[in-house]
């Protein structure tokens, strides 16, 4: 029998802990962890690029022929049409002595030194659409991304669901803002000289402008004709600059 208050000999071998299992599915790699979060959120479903390939001489080639057709037909035309309109609507006085205020201060000088920035700006996009052909890369990406380690190469902007609306909301505000300070410029040079003329030029902006905007959020493929509408405004402005740098500068030996 045990003795009253005596405490049992404690063992000599404490008896071994218990791990908790471990588990039997296998670990997975960032690769296999990053798949798995695709397949739980359709988000962000893989991107394909589909543009064609063009090479670099091709598109080079397609842009300065368009833009060649701006400079040299479009523009001039719309602005000897904006030209004879403001002079018919009994502005023809006014106008005269506008240009001749502007040669004999040599203000035409401004005028062509938009111009030539304009004509900057025109050749520095025309060298990102070249650049565009051969990456592969349909709008609105504007960059590419390499990933070293998750075994796809690139990482493009999504382009389904609300964050492809978004980034085509985006891009299409980036693409206002680009030219903004260069037409808004130019549209003051114009109504200066044209006078009431260049608020229909402004008007054109706002219109095509808004509906680039809404038509470009909607679908990649509907953004061409609000850009179509806010392009002849920024070119016919670009357009009138030009023409009021010429008479200012020849004066009276200008045809017109």
Not at 55 to 77: C, D, I, R
Not at 106 to 127: D, E, K, P, T
């Amino acid at each position: 029998s045990r003795a009253l208050g005596t405490r049992p000999a404690a063992s000599s071998q404490r008896s071994p802990r218990t791990m908790p299992p471990r588990s039997k599915s296998p670990a997975r790699s960032p690769r296999a962890r990053v798949a798995k979060e695709e397949d739980d959120d359709d988000t962000f479903a893989p991107v394909q690029v589909q543009e064609p390939y063009k090479s670099e001489a091709q598109v080079t080639a397609h842009y300065t022929s368009m833009f060649g057709k701006v400079l040299f037909l479009q523009a001039p035309v719309i602005a000897c049409v904006l030209y004879f309109a403001a002079r018919y609507s009994g502005a023809a006085s006014s106008m005269d002595l506008k240009f001749a205020f502007m040669h004999t201060h040599q203000l035409g000088w401004a005028f062509a030194c938009w111009y030539v920035i304009y004509l900057m700006r025109l050749r520095v996009g025309m060298n990102v659409s070249a650049m565009r052909g051969p990456a592969r890369l349909n709008r609105p990406d504007q960059h590419i991304y390499q990933l070293c380690f998750m075994g796809t190469p690139f990482v493009l902007m999504a382009t389904e669901g609300a964050a492809g609306r978004f980034n085509r909301a985006q891009r299409a505000a980036c693409n206002t803002d680009e030219g903004l300070i260069l037409f808004l410029s130019g549209l003051i040079l114009v109504a200066a000289v044209f006078g009431p003329v260049a608020l229909g030029l402004a008007l054109l902006s706002f219109v095509g402008r808004n509906k680039f905007a809404v038509d470009y959020t909607r679908s990649n493929s509907e953004r061409g004709g609000g850009f179509l509408m806010s392009a002849v405004a920024e070119h016919g402005t670009a357009g009138c600059v030009a023409l009021c740098a010429a008479k200012a500068i020849a004066g009276a030996a200008f045809p017109f």
